[in-house]
């Protein structure tokens, strides 16, 4: 399938290749590897883009946290709305697809999701939206939460924050009321021990989980990488906030396996280098035959291809 | 016809007429109804609609936004106006940015309703008229209600569009009978609409020889000097009370400058970088050879506001001083 580097309407239907994205009918773990190596070499994309200086700005990329992305992601339904942060990639196109509307929206082309103005950090789309700025997104996805409270349908609001974000005073503002209120909001902490250069030890006082709780509201934690089990939690985790409305958080400790956004890591090579042994797209192939995620690669190469070579051309 | 009473009205009219409208805020739900009593009765008959907050303007005003931009329209009481500092992070970074920054795909009408204004001894943090740093946010409106305009108008008007709202209550309005336009008059002065703002003046405007511009309950002293002087001294301005702040029509002004040659501009948040040294900019490009002297931007002194009520009142503009401006620009 080739686009047609044509002028996309703003408010097109964001198609989703099935190179990139799967289909209902792929074995959920192909798909799910699929969406997570998608993410990865989407981000790698673009690295080498700015380095090429093709892109204007800032990008913060995910790389080593694809599979919250993927794993939550695959439990959000039509009408359930996603709000993100600064490094909203993996989730923008877990829940679209629609690389070439990122790619041309980072290139700062008017063909992008949102006319090359939102730029890297502030995408949106139906279901989806994403603001650079820290803690105030969670009062935010608690309002449409709330909406939907109010509309009496059991759809349900997910925010996406980091390890830094809970320094906000915003964060816990809402937590007390969208624990008084029981207010249909998944929170899903991803917790990549580093806030920009700074570690979790020198950031955050006490317990995260305790956090939560001191406000009644259910955490499930946990430190895999394995999409497979995020997929697991994930599913558990919205299924009860339709079904109870009340507001759950889900806690992964991930790691960022890249810098915080360009050319800005200080941390020990040690370090990371030991987290490239668990990162999930490695952890992911452990289940598939090689023969399997070679083709899928392939497959995403091509996609992603393609959608350079298109996003390059637009005017 | 109440002030406060009439607004509490169109709130009412609001959550009547519009499914999505809720009203968020602190203290406002039944049998309060709110530090100056503007919702007291709508949590009765709309219990889930109106809804009371902790303590917590930045949740407020980010759940509002949350709520707007899920196609619900918030209309957000901040308890005392003072306290939309801790709102502004979401007016500035979210709120008035949503719609812009993704390129039309969403839109966030909030409604902030803003009690402020002194006169009432309530020291430096309960007194102040923030709105001059809301003033040229874009995307962002700041509308101030005044004795001559009606609330329900600005709240039907609120619904039907779209961008967010900074809503100026002055405190002192709200026990103030409202004067809207009867028949081309409020009271002895004649009043002209233009767009939503009002003018008013003794004598018709080619025989006035100031213009001054004043909004909420400034815009209420000022009329009463306006008709003082009219009617004791032969003095003869006309009054534009502008219901929109910004962005500003500036049609009305132009039209009224081009006929006096004076302009006095009348606020009570503090002096400088204001909304009248704005005009000021603005007019003396826009009216340059027509004005015969310097642009006077009466506003309070830059200090905070004392509370004892002697000092409050050297400090914070009233009477005297828009009575003094006036006498000088209508010279």
New interface residues.
């Given amino acids: 399938m080739t686009i047609a580097p044509t002028r996309i309407p703003?408010?097109r239907e964001l198609q989703a290749d099935p190179r990139t994205m799967g289909t209902p009918e792929e074995p959920r773990d192909l798909r799910l590897y699929r969406r997570m190596r998608f993410i990865r070499r989407f981000e790698e994309t673009l690295l080498g883009l700015f380095d090429e200086g093709v892109l204007n700005g800032t990008t913060h990329a995910c790389i080593g946290q694809e599979a919250d992305a993927v794993g939550v992601i695959e439990h959000v339904e039509e009408g359930d709305?996603i709000f993100s942060n600064h490094r909203c990639h993996g989730h923008y196109l877990a829940r679209t697809g629609d690389a070439l509307g990122l790619m041309a929206e980072i290139m700062g082309k008017e063909a992008g999701v949102?006319?090359g103005?939102?730029g890297s950090q502030?995408?949106?789309?139906p279901g989806f939206?994403s603001?650079g700025?820290q803690?105030?997104?969670?009062?935010?996805?608690?309002?449409?939460?709330?909406?939907?409270k109010?509309r009496g349908s059991d759809r349900v609001?997910v925010v996406f924050i980091g390890d830094g974000t809970l320094g906000e005073?915003?964060v816990y503002?809402?937590l007390?009321?969208a624990a008084?209120?029981d207010l249909p909001l998944l929170i899903v902490l991803e917790d990549n021990e580093w806030a920009q250069s700074t570690p979790t030890e020198l950031n955050t006082a006490g317990s995260m989980r305790a956090r939560f709780e001191a406000f009644g509201i259910p955490v499930t934690e946990t430190t895999t990488t394995d999409v497979a089990e995020l997929d697991a939690l994930a599913g558990n985790e919205i299924a009860a906030v339709r079904t109870t409305g009340k507001t759950r958080v889900l806690l992964v400790h991930t790691y960022r396996l890249c810098h915080h956004s360009k050319s800005d890591d200080h941390r020990p090579e040690e370090e990371v280098a030991l987290r490239w042994v668990t990162e999930p797209l490695a952890i992911a192939r452990q289940r598939i035959a090689e023969s399997q995620w070679q083709r899928i690669d392939a497959e995403v190469e091509a996609a992603l291809a393609e959608v350079v070579a298109t996003a390059r051309a637009l005017p | 016809m109440i002030f406060s009473k009439e607004l509490g009205a169109a709130l009412r009219e609001s959550l009547e007429t519009d499914d999505r409208v809720v009203l968020i805020g602190e203290d406002i739900i039944d049998p309060y109804g709110g530090a100056f009593k503007v919702t007291r009765g709508l949590s009765t008959d709309f219990p889930e609609r109106v809804r009371t907050t902790p303590i917590s303007e930045g949740a407020i005003a980010g759940i509002s936004a949350g709520l707007a931009l899920a196609g619900m329209r918030p209309i957000a009481e901040v308890m005392f106006g003072d306290f939309i500092t801790l709102c502004f992070d979401q007016v500035v970074n979210h709120i008035t940015k949503y719609e812009a920054m993704y390129n039309g795909q969403a839109t966030c009408p909030v409604v902030f309703r803003v009690p402020s204004g002194g006169h009432r001894g309530y020291g430096p943090t309960h007194s102040q008229s923030l709105e001059k740093h809301f003033l040229g946010v874009p995307h962002l409106k700041v509308v101030a209600a005044s004795l001559f305009h009606d609330p329900r108008e600005a709240f039907r008007g609120f619904l039907e569009q779209n961008t967010p709202v900074l809503y100026i209550e002055h405190k002192l309005l709200y026990p103030q009978n409202l004067r809207l336009p009867e028949g081309g008059m409020v009271g002895d002065l004649m009043a002209v609409k233009h767009g939503s703002t009002i003018g008013l003046s003794a004598v018709p405007r080619n025989d006035c020889t100031a213009t001054v511009l004043a909004y909420g309950y400034q815009a209420m002293l000022a009329a009463e000097v306006v008709e003082r002087l009219a009617v004791e001294e032969e003095i003869f301005v006309e009054l534009l009370v502008p219901a929109q702040l910004s962005p500003m029509d500036w049609t009305p002004v132009e039209e009224s400058v081009r006929a006096t040659g004076s302009l006095v501009t009348v606020e009570e948040g503090t002096g400088g970088w204001s909304w009248g040294t704005e005009i000021a900019a603005v007019m003396s490009e826009k009216a340059f050879g027509r004005l015969r002297r310097p642009i006077s931007v009466v506003a309070s002194e830059r200090t905070v506001i004392p509370s004892s009520r002697a000092r409050e009142a050297g400090m914070l503009v009233g009477t005297p001083q828009i009575e003094t401006a006036i006498l000088e620009a209508a010279k």
């Fill in positions: 703003r408010q709305h949102c006319g103005i939102g502030h995408v949106c789309a939206m603001n700025v803690g105030g997104i969670v009062p935010t996805a608690a309002g449409i939460a709330l909406a939907m109010l609001s005073g915003a503002e809402t007390n009321i008084l209120w």
